[in-house]
Antibody, heavy 117, light 108 residues
Framework: EVHLLESGGGLVQPGGSLRLSCAASGFTFGKHAMSWVRQAPGKGPEWVSVIGGSGDTTYYADSVKGRFSISRDNSKNTLYLQMKNLTVEDTAVYYC??????????WGQGTLVTVSS | SYVLTQPPPVSVAPGETARISCGGDNIEDKRVHWYQQRPGQAPVLVIYYDSARPSGIPDRFSGSNSGNTATLTISRVEAGDEADYYCQVWDSINDQAVFGGGTKVTVL
């Protein structure tokens, strides 16, 4: 059974940094692209970033380009999202999702990031 | 960037059919995926590649894609179908995934 467990969320001040992790199990992690999707309170999902199975291909939403960095450690079955220069607009639940070519077939339960002074 | 437009909330009686549209420029040239999100839960994939159903999703859920509109159809609606529904595509020009704004389905 596929299982994705996010961690690392919390309260951070504007301008601060945070690193999210997503521990994966139940599938061959290194064979699948992985993605981060966030959802601000009361809003719909917003795609953040995706990384290829080997880690050599990454794409970012314009809203986070230059501030966020996605990475993975296939030896640990773990996905990461390093976030810098956070603003209040980054406040959201952050989900990691397994990518099956294009659709996101499995999602974690999310971790809440709150950016506030 | 590519934009997906979804309609306002939909109300439907149990047993009836709900149709949710997702508009985009020449969306028929893209592969559309649909997600169901119940309150307080993560999204769940219900339709992928326009009309395919993941295992475990009832055949009451179906999808189509033509012209500038993709459609998610929920037949014989049940109380448990009450949720927000989002369409999603991959924008290969900008190398970004795009989600629609969502449509809330209320079962009367």
């Amino acid at each position: 059974e596929v299982h994705l467990l996010e961690s690392g969320g919390g309260l951070v001040q504007p301008g601060g940094s945070l690193r999210l992790s997503c521990a994966a199990s139940g599938f061959t992690f290194g064979k699948h692209a992985m993605s981060w999707v966030r959802q601000a309170p009361g809003k719909g999902p917003e795609w953040v970033s995706v990384i290829g199975g080997s880690g050599d291909t990454t794409y970012y939403a314009d809203s986070v380009k230059g501030r966020f960095s996605i990475s993975r450690d296939n030896s640990k079955n773990t996905l990461y999202l390093q976030m810098k220069n956070l603003t209040v607009e980054d406040t959201a639940v952050y989900y990691c999702a397994k990518v099956e070519r294009e659709p996101y077939d499995y999602w974690g339960q999310g971790t809440l990031v709150t950016v506030s002074s | 960037s590519y934009v997906l437009t979804q309609p306002p909330p939909v109300s439907v009686a149990p047993g009836e059919t709900a149709r949710i549209s997702c508009g985009g420029d020449n969306i028929e040239d893209k592969r559309v995926h649909w997600y169901q999100q119940r309150p307080g839960q993560a999204p769940v994939l219900v339709i992928y590649y326009d009309s395919a159903r993941p295992s475990g999703i009832p055949d009451r859920f179906s999808g189509s894609n033509s012209g500038n509109t993709a459609t998610l159809t929920i037949s014989r609606v049940e109380a448990g179908d009450e949720a927000d529904y989002y369409c999603q595509v991959w924008d290969s020009i900008n190398d970004q995934a795009v989600f629609g704004g969502g449509t809330k389905v209320t079962v009367l």
